[in-house]
């Protein structure tokens, strides 16, 4: 079973690389929330949880302070 950890590698949901820079990161959140944002994907579950772990991911490694520490 995995760790809520490695459930939850936030690199992964954004597909980055741990060295990704600043800029990258925002430009996966747009891509990544733009396909999943519930208004374009009305009534689907899937695409609500992928936008929450997205929004998860992007509020962590957008931050350098909680970056650090998830690093």
């Given at each position: 079973?995995?760790?809520?950890?490695?459930?939850?590698?936030?690199?992964?949901?954004?597909?980055?690389?741990?060295?990704?820079?600043?800029?990258?990161?925002?430009?996966?959140?747009?891509?990544?929330?733009?396909?999943?944002?519930?208004?374009?994907?009305?009534?689907?579950?899937?695409?609500?949880?992928?936008?929450?772990?997205?929004?998860?991911?992007?509020e962590?490694?957008?931050?350098?302070?909680?970056?650090?520490?998830?690093?």
């Amino acid at each position: 079973m995995l760790s809520q950890a490695e459930e939850r590698d936030f690199y992964k949901i954004m597909g980055l690389s741990r060295n990704a820079q600043e800029k990258e990161i925002k430009r996966a959140f747009k891509r990544l929330s733009l396909i999943h944002h519930p208004d374009k994907n009305p009534n689907d579950e899937t695409a609500l949880k992928k936008f929450q772990d997205i929004s998860s991911a992007y509020e962590v490694l957008s931050d350098s302070d909680k970056r650090r520490k998830y690093d």
